[in-house]
């Protein structure tokens, strides 16, 4: 009895030990995993972030050449008949 008690803890002990440093290696592997995603959404912000901000600059430079084109394409107001020698006002 004595014996296959023994055989019996010394296999549970293998198992244990065993099955601890298996999720110990699907522990690290999900930190790594998880690092992985998380430098890959970063990349993919600063990507993000770089188009947005190009499409800002985009619209302020053809807002200003906007802005630009319509001063020099504005009406320009009538000047107010200035009388000529010899004319009454």
């Given amino acids: 009895m004595f014996v296959l ?4 803890g010394w296999a549970v002990r293998s ?4 099955s601890r440093s298996l999720v110990v ?4 592997t999900a930190y790594g995993t998880a690092e992985r995603v998380k430098r ?4 993919e912000r600063e ?5 947005v901000a190009e499409g800002r600059a985009r619209f302020e430079s053809e807002k200003a050449r906007r802005a630009a084109a319509g001063v020099k394409r504005a009406p320009v107001a009538p000047v107010a008949a200035v009388p000529r020698a010899g004319q009454a006002a």
């Fill in 15 to 18: 198992t244990v030990d065993s």
């Fill in 25 to 28: 290696g699907v522990v690290a």
């Fill in 40 to 43: 890959a959404i970063a990349m």
């Fill in 5 to 8: 008690g023994f055989a019996a």
């Fill in 47 to 51: 990507h993000l972030e770089d188009l």
